[in-house]
């Protein structure tokens, strides 16, 4: 026999009149998508009035990714990504990546990573004094705060006020819905001067404004405005090279690589929106994760106790802390916060014995891997030690697409599970979380990030347990 597996086609059932399958997509996403391995492995699904196919096979979905000149960006997410994003690393289409791709890669060496893990563990030291025993916090725009101030530090070396955050949080959250709102809504409509057409039109002016200050602010102030790495408080570094991306970027500049204005603008706001709301929907999901697994909490916390000593974690921790890393890769698995991310076909070709025109849009959705009991036994339920025989701090391999593969896989990826450990280890070094009453855990509709509505959190502080 060849070992060529025969792949199955199929469409997903229940598609509606105009709307195809926006209401599960937008309802109950995660149902829904996990649904559609049991159809076959190539399932048709309908985003509104466009066709699109959803690879449900491991080895079919690994040809999709590892083909990007044939499965190139594209689609109904990534045309409205680009009113946000324009032509960075993420959405830039195949005749772009790899330069871009090599331009950008050096912010994101090993040792770019020990520098960025000081600022990551001190914005989480900073977030663990200000809370209080007894207190209840809304998780996710705390961690959110969290990690749109440790990307903004640690790529652009920069300080920013609160009042900035919460400002770029607000016009994020605004355009992100409106951006998701839209792959369901027809063209013409998205033109009316309806008030969603507005906001959405404000929140993405407001995010450009926002990005061309923090740049400008970046070239014109003097140099003694930023920190360059680590270890050092917000905005008191005076080192030349300020060790971050942006110098990256802009040292790429001048070397004469015809990197535009408009170029270094997307890269930004691409860093901003690909660092912060992935990570803080990430670290939300593990906290949940917690207050439901009181067996894993409780590893967890030993875990620490016994390596740290009361100490914060530093990145050359991060071997010696694998219940932590087994965590963070259990909640991605079950909790994928890039739930669905799209490719457009650029010639006419047969996929699992369909044919596929030219333009043809494939939909590419970790749940729908992550929770088949084919590939993870007991696939609802946490367990973090499905993932014991992996490297800790490095990204876990098999059948794990959260954060996709072949060329265009996450370049953040490395810094995203040093940061989610290293914050995951200093929040609940000292405090202890249960889920307090008015959470809601249903998947924030219209987000373009897999997240709760509001996961209420109570807290007890806690100290290092005295027998380590
Ligand atoms: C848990 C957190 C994160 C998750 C789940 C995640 C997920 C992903 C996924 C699935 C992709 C591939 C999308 C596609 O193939 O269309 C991607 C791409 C990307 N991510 Fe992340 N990401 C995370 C954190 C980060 C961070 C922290 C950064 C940067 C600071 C980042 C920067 C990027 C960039 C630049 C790309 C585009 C890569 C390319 O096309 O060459 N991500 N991410």
Not at 158 to 172: I, K, N, T, Y
Not at 356 to 384: C, E, K, N, Q, W
Not at 430 to 447: F, H, K, M, N, Y
Request: hydrophobic share 40%; with cysteine.
């Amino acid at each position: 026999m060849s070992g060529r597996p025969v792949y199955v086609a199929a469409h997903a059932p229940g598609a509606l009149p105009l709307v195809g399958h926006a209401w599960p997509l937008l309802h109950r996403p995660l149902p829904f998508l996990s649904s559609l391995p049991q159809y076959g492995d190539l399932v048709e699904i309908r985003l509104g009035r466009v066709r699109a196919h959803v690879p449900c096979h491991p080895q079919l979905l690994r040809r999709v990714l590892s083909d990007d000149r044939t499965f190139d960006k594209g689609g109904p997410l990534f045309a409205r990504l680009r009113d946000l994003v324009g032509n960075g690393l993420g959405s830039c289409p195949y005749g772009d990546h790899r330069r871009q791709r090599r331009l950008v890669q050096p912010a994101f060496q090993r040792a770019r990573i020990e520098d960025y893990a000081g600022v990551m563990v001190d914005e989480a030291l900073r977030l663990a004094a200000e809370w209080r025993p007894g207190e209840t916090v809304d998780a996710f725009p705390a961690m959110f705060g969290l990690a749109l101030r440790t990307v903004t530090r640690t790529l652009f070396s920069s300080c920013v006020g609160e009042d900035e955050v919460a400002r770029l949080q607000r016009f994020f959250e605004t355009a992100l819905a409106g951006l998701f709102r839209r792959i369901f809504v027809p063209a013409a409509l998205q033109r009316l001067p309806l008030p969603a057409n507005r906001r959405y039109a404000h929140a993405l002016a407001g995010l450009h404004g926002c990005v061309d200050q923090l740049i400008t602010g970046y070239l014109s102030a003097g140099e003694r405005q930023y920190t360059t790495a680590a270890h050092q408080g917000p905005c008191q570094g005076e080192r030349e090279d300020r060790g971050d991306l942006l110098s990256a970027l802009v040292a790429a500049r001048e070397e004469g690589s015809a990197l535009s204005d408009g170029e270094l603008h997307d890269q930004v706001i691409t860093m901003l929106l690909g660092g912060a709301e992935t990570v803080a929907a990430a670290l939300t999901w593990a906290l949940y994760a917690l207050t439901c697994n009181p067996r894993v909490a409780r590893g967890l916390h030993d875990e620490i106790d016994q390596v740290l000593a009361g100490r914060p974690p530093a990145y050359r921790d991060l071997p010696h802390l694998p219940r932590t890393s087994q965590m963070i890769c259990e909640t991605l698995r079950l909790y994928p916060p890039a739930w669905l991310f799209t490719r457009v076909t650029t010639r006419p070709l047969n996929l699992a014995g369909r044919y596929l025109p030219l333009g043809t849009t494939l939909v590419i959705s970790p749940p729908a891997l992550h929770h088949d009991p084919a590939l993870y036994p007991r696939p609802a339920d946490f367990l973090p030690d499905r993932f014991a025989g992996e490297r800790p701090g490095v990204p876990p391999r098999g059948e794990f697409t959260g954060f996709g593969a072949g060329a265009r896989r996450c370049l953040g990826d490395t810094y995203a599970l040093a940061q989610t450990t290293l914050t995951l280890a200093t929040l609940t070094q000292r405090w202890r979380v249960e889920c307090a009453p008015g959470t809601d855990i249903r998947p924030q509709p219209l987000s373009a990030v897999h997240r709760p509505r509001h996961l209420l959190l109570h807290l007890a502080p806690r100290t290092p347990s005295p027998h380590h």
